[in-house]
C-alpha cells in the first residue's frame, strides 16, 4: 500500500514537474511575445538580443516549434536593419537553421513559411539587381506555400502587401493591389484566433500602417 | 493531500528555489582579442543567459550552481561550449574563432574574371556580363570591355594578350566548341552563337588556367549553364530584325524541366532602309532553335542536354578592288548543330564524378565570284564535326582542399574543297590531367597540376605543367601569382595540307592583386607570355615562329558612389611581337593594339522606370600591311584610333498579364569612324578601307513575358 502510495506520488508529480516546466516556458513566451507588436522592439539592439532569448529558450525546451520560429522572426528583422550588408547571409542562415530545427517540430506550418519568405525578400535586398529574380522568385513561393498549409493566415496578404507596396511599378508593384491584400490581411485579422496567446499573433498594428502608406 | 506531502511535492518540483542565484560575468573577444558584442551566452538546458554588450562583457543571474555547460553563439563565429562553476564567480573569458565560410576563404584568381552567383567575391555577376550598352547581347561582345581582352572588331573571336581569336577556345558546361561563333562574311564578324541566359557562371580566363583545359594559347571562355529554373514560363520577342518565342516548362515534381525556343532573324527589311556599305544579295536570314533538358536525378545528382540548330544564308557583292568597275560576290551557306550532355553525381566518401558528351557538326558552304575576270565561280565547302567526351573525378580533402584527374577523347573530322579539289583529315586526340587545390590555409592555396595531350594528326604527344598560388590578406585584397605551359593544334586550314606540323606553344607568368568589397572591386594585373612553334606559311610550312606579350592591366567598379549608378572601367597595356605565318620577322600584328580602354556606365531613372546604358570603348591604332613601303617597314604603319559610343534606353511596362520591355540601343552612336586596316589590290595602286558594315546599327524591339518575371534580364542585356 506504501509503496502503491510512492509510486502514485512520484508519477503524480513528475506530471506536475512536466507542467511547471510548461509555466515556466510558458511565463518567458507570454514575457517575450508580448511586446512583438511595439515598435520600440524593432532596434537592432532589441531584436539580436530577443533573437537572442528566443535562442537560448528553443534550445533548452528543444521540443517546442515557437521559439525556433520566433527567433528566426528576430533575426530576420535584424537583417533588414543591418547597414553593413556583408553580414546578413551568415544572419540569415542562422535563421535558416533555426527555421529548420521548427519545421522539423512543426511541419507544414503557415507561419513558418512566412518567414522563409521574409528571409528570401531580406536576401534579395543585399543585390537586387542580380538576386531579383532568384529571391523574388523564392519569396513568392513561400507565401503561395503559406496560402496553401493555411489560407486563414492574415500574415501572408499582409506580407504580400508588403511587397506590392515596396516593389516598385515597373517591377510589378501595385500600390491598389497592395491595398486589396492588406484590406484582406485585416479582415483575416479580424476572423484570426491564434491557438494560444504565445502562437503568432504579430502583424495587425503594421498592417494598418502599411495600409495608410497605401492609401495615400 | 497532506502538509508533508506538500512539502515533499515542493522538494521534488522545485529543487533549485531553496538555492540561492548565481550571478555569471565575463567576457568574450575573438581571437585577435577584440570584444564581441551581441553574443549569445547561455546555460545549457536552461533559459539563463545574456547577450555581450558592446565592450564583450556579460553578466546574468542563474538558479543553476556548480558545474555547468556555457555556451557562446554567434553569426559568423564557430559556437563554442565550456564547462564552468557559476557559483564560482569568476568571470568566465571565452574566444571565438572565425567561422571560416567562403568570403574568407582565397581562391586562385590570376588571370580569370568570373563572374557567378555561387561565390561571393567575384568581380561581375552574371548578369554583369551581358550589361554593356552597345554589346547586343553578344557575350564576347561584353567581355571586350574586360581588360585583356582586344577590341579587335572586323574578326570574330576573343583576342586576348596578343593571342589571336583561334587561341581562345569555349567550354560549355566542360564540354569544348568547336564553332562558337556565327559564320562571318570577310570584314564581318560573327556574333557568339549562344545565348547568356542559358549560362548561370562565366569565366572570362586570360591566363594562368587550369589544366582541366587544354588546346588554347591565350584564354579560356568557360560559360557553366543554369539549372533547373524556378517556374514555368514562356516568351515572346519582336523587334526590327525578327522575331523568337519560347516555352520553358517545369514538371510537377520540380525535378525536371525542358524547353524549346525558336527564332527568324531577317536583316534583309533592314538593309532596305539602312544601306550597309556592302549590297546584300541573299539574306541575311538565320533560323535557329534550340532545346534543353534538366533532370536532378537525386539530392546531388543532375542531368542536363542542351541541343542548338542553326541555319543562315547571307550575301555580300562588293566593288571590286581587283578589277575596278567590276562586282565581287560572295554568298554563305552555312548549318550548324551543337548538342552536350552532362551528368554530375556525388559517389560518396568525398568523390564526385562528372561525365559529358558533346556532338557538333557545322558546315560553310560559300560562293565567291569575281565576275568575268575568273573562268568560273568559286565553291568552297568547309565541313568539321567533333564528338567529344570527358571524363572527371574529384575529391574533397578537408574543408576546401580538392583533388581532380580525368581524361578526355575528341574524334574529329575536317573536310574542305575548293571546287572539285579535297583535303580531308581526321584527329584522335585524347588526354589526362591531374589537379590539386592545396588550402596550407584557409589564406593560402596553391595549385598544381599537369596535363599531357597526343593528337594522331600530329603524332606528337606533349605534357603541361600549371602551377598557382592566391594568398588573401583579409576579407577583401588577395594577391596571385600563376605559370602554365599551353600547348595547341595549329589552324584546320594549315593542318588540311601539311601533317608535318607540331604543336604552337605559350608559356604564361602573371602576378595580381585584387580587392573587392560589396560596393567596388579593383584588380590589376601583370604578365609576360611566350610564344614558341608558331604557325609560318614562308617559305614553306614549319613551326619556327615565336614572339611574346607582355602587359599591364586595370580594373575598376563602382556600384555605390553615385545613386543608382554602376559603371566600370577598364584599362589593358599590351606591349606584343611575333614572328608567324608569312611575316618576314618579329613585327606587332595587325590584331593587337597598344592601349585599350572601356567605360561601362549603367543608370536607372526610376520615375520613368527607364534604364540608360552607355559604353566608351578606346583603343589605339592597329598595325597594317602597307605593300608599297619595303620589307624593313613591315607593319610598321598604323591605323587611326579606335572610338566607339554605344547607347541603350529601355522602358519597362506591363501590357495585359505580361511584363513587358521596350527596348532602343544604338552601336557607334556618334558615328565614329572605325577603321581596322586596309586591303590593298595586288599591284599595291589601290586601297579598301576595312570599316564596319553599317556604321552605326538602330535596334527597336519588344519583350513579353509570361510567367517569371525576366524583364531585369532583357534590361541587363542592352
Redesign the interface.
Known sequence: MKRLFLAF?FT??MA??AM?QSA?YMD?MTKQTADLDSSSTFTPDHL??KG??F???A??EQSQWLPYYYAAYMQVMQGFMLKD???L???M??AEVNLDKAESLSPKNSEIACIRSLVATARLTV?P??????Y???AA?QLQQAKEYNPENPRIYMLQGQSLLFT?????GSKSGAKTALELALTKFAAFKPESNIAPHWGEPYTRMLLAKASN | MSKFNLYLYLLICFPLVSLAQNKVTGKVTDSKKHPLAGVNIAIRGTYDGATTATDGTFSFTTSASGDQIISASFTGYQPMELKANVSASEPINIILKNNINALRVVTISAGSFEASDDKKGTVLKPLDIVTTAGAGADIVNAIKTLPGAQQTNDREGLFVRGGTGYETQTLIDGMLVRNPFSTSLPDIPGRGRFSPFLFKGTTFSSGGYSAQYGQALSSALILESTDLPTRSSSSLGLSVIGVNGGVDKLTKDKKTSYGVEADYTNLAPYFNVVKPKQTPSLGPEIIGTSANFRRKTSSTGMLKFYGYGNWTKMGFNSNSLEYPGYMESFKVHNNNVYTNLTYRESIGHDWHLYAGASFSINTDNIHTDTLLKNPAPTLIKVRSTLSQSKLMLYKNLGSFSVVRFGGEYQYAIENSSFNEKTANYVDNYTAAFAEGDIYITPSLVGRLGGRAEYSSILAKMNFAPRVSLAYKFDNYSQFSLAYGDYYQKPEPQYLRFNNYLGYMKATHYIASFQRISNSYTFRTEVFYKKYKDLVKTVPSYNNNGDGYAKGIEVFWRDRKTFKNVDYWISYSYLDTKRDYLNYPFRVQPDFAANHTASIVYKHYLSKISTNLGLTYTFATGRPYYDPNLPVDKFMSEKTMTYNAVGVSASYLTNIRKAFTIFVLSVSNALGNKQVFGYHYSTDGLRRNEITPNVPRFIYLGMFMNFGIDRRQDVLNNL
Open positions: 506520488l503524480g508529480s506536475t514537474a511547471a515556466q518567458a539580436l538580443e537572442n532569448t535562442e537560448r529558450i534550445n533548452a550588408k556583408s553580414q547571409d551568415p544572419l542562415d542562422r543585390d539587381m542580380t538576386r531579383g529574380q532568384m523574388g522568385a523564392e513561393k516598385p511599378e515597373q517591377w510589378g
